[in-house]
């Protein structure tokens, strides 16, 4: 399969390019030239199949040219340890729990398979004959991704991680989970924004020094080896809303902040999958939802809210909406709808929803279930993303319920080891300077 970029200004790339460049030279983001639709016969069969036999058959459409079906149903088995159960909030309302995997957040199942995909590359080259050279993962993180990427690497040969975080802008327990890691990952504290790690990141792609001295690539969801493999679970959760008997269409929500999540349900949808349609649920950092009613994108500086990982004022997957759908508002229209949640609806979701029905959300979660509530038809069946378990933003969660949240065995372990970051400024050339001084 041969990956285009957005931007239509680069040469199209093989897949181990495409997972090793991250972004493409051009500054847009790679798609895969097809998106295969799957039969009948496999959604009529989706019921009696495991997780993991539904992943690989997705993997397959993707990757199966690429990379020989043994290995490649080989990092699918690894990457899926866990499974992303459905569960019952409200009549007509269900929660697709995504928090199973050993960091707590959605972002595991991204990170994993993307860890386990390029260093199949490394070790086979890819048939570029590009060799076996060091690879330099840049991850710019609004919490999840820098726990679920840095998890997924940790001991990995051949790869060296670099966490980008803004300082005091993410919860203690995310921060512990990548800056107490050591080895293969490093920790940089950026005294700035999200988006200002973001927008080094990106920078550092285009800069010809650094690419001279280190084999860059991105584990964001600019990546398609991490993107992509987020299609999986929304086949999970058809398969058990088959099992379950739900009928009614079924309408996805999903919390968003770059919208990687968003736009690999696209892709499901595009594979066949029965989804009526995609509600994307913002906090105030709402520019999509500008963006629909206006047919302007405005890119903004983000806001800070509770739900953190979605304040986000420039989400890059945008870029990939647009070509999916031709640059048409209206097409986009059809299959995507918006929707914005302050701070307190949010807190008032978290508690109404825990007192009426004992059920726990996460802030993001939160926004993606008030999508349904919202937004959602008589006899449509509503499945929203639960992103992160609620214990990972124990501080909030708890000043909302006035009560103590605990803490899963697997978080505790991170919180009592010692933190190792490196501050810098948010400036791009602070960046570099460091990145210059790890080759002393
Ligand atoms: C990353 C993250 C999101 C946003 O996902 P995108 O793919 O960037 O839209 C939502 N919720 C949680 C908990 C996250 O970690």
Redesign the pocket.
């Known amino acids: 399969m041969r990956y285009y970029s957005t931007g239509k200004m680069a040469p199209e790339v093989s897949l181990s390019q495409a997972v090793k460049n991250g972004l493409a030279p051009d500054r847009g983001l790679y798609m895969p030239e097809r998106i295969v639709r799957l039969p009948e016969s496999f959604y009529s069969g989706i019921g009696s199949m495991t997780f993991s036999g539904i992943a690989s058959v997705v993997a397959d459409a993707f990757f199966g040219d690429d990379i020989p079906e043994d290995d490649l149903h080989g990092i699918v088995d690894d990457t899926l340890s866990f499974d992303t159960p459905l569960v019952k909030v409200e009549d007509g309302i269900y929660s697709l729990e995504l928090f199973h995997g050993p960091t707590l957040?959605?972002?595991d199942v991204g990170g994993r398979f993307m860890a386990r995909m390029l260093s199949w590359f490394i070790g086979h080259d890819g048939g570029t004959g590009q060799g076996t050279g060091k690879v330099t993962v840049l991850v710019a993180t609004?919490?999840?991704?820098g726990s679920a990427v840095a998890n997924g690497f940790l001991g990995v040969d051949g790869i060296d991680v670099i966490v980008l975080y803004p300082s005091g802008k993410v919860s203690d327990i995310q921060e512990k989970q990548f800056t107490t890691l050591g080895r293969n990952i490093t920790a940089l504290e950026v005294d700035g924004s999200f988006d200002d790690c973001q927008r080094i990141v990106k920078s550092a792609f285009m800069d010809e020094d650094l690419r001279s001295v280190f084999t860059l690539t991105s584990a964001n969801?600019i990546n398609v080896a991490r993107f992509l493999p987020?299609a999986f679970y929304y086949f999970n959760a058809y398969a058990h809303a088959v099992r379950m008997g739900l009928d009614g269409e079924i309408v996805f929500s999903?919390?968003?902040?770059?919208?990687?999540?968003?736009t690999a349900g696209l892709f499901a949808a595009r594979m066949g999958l029965p989804v009526s349609r995609f509600i994307a649920a913002n906090n105030v950092n709402d520019v999509f939802l500008e963006y629909l009613r206006t047919g302007i994108y405005r890119p903004r500086a983000s806001v800070r809210t509770i739900?953190n990982?979605?304040d986000?004022g420039d989400?890059s997957?945008f870029a990939r909406i647009l070509d999916l759908y031709g640059g048409s508002v209206e097409a986009i229209r059809r299959d995507i709808s918006g929707c914005r949640y302050t701070d307190d609806e949010i807190r008032d979701a978290v508690r109404s929803v825990h007192d009426r029905t004992g059920y726990l959300l996460?802030p993001?979660g939160a926004c993606a279930f008030l999508g349904l509530k919202d937004g959602l038809k008589p006899g449509q069946t509503g499945i929203f993303l639960e992103?992160?378990h609620p214990a990972?933003f124990k501080d909030t969660v708890g000043e909302i319920l006035g009560e103590e949240i605990s803490i899963p065995d697997r978080l505790r372990a991170f919180l009592d080891a010692p933190k190792l970051s490196v501050k810098i400024g948010s400036e791009y050339l602070d960046f570099k300077d460091y990145m210059l001084a790890r080759l002393q």
């Open positions: 957040a959605f972002k609004s919490g999840d991704t969801s987020q999903v919390p968003s902040g770059n919208f990687g999540n968003l739900a990982a979605m986000v989400p997957n996460d993001h992103t992160a990972k």
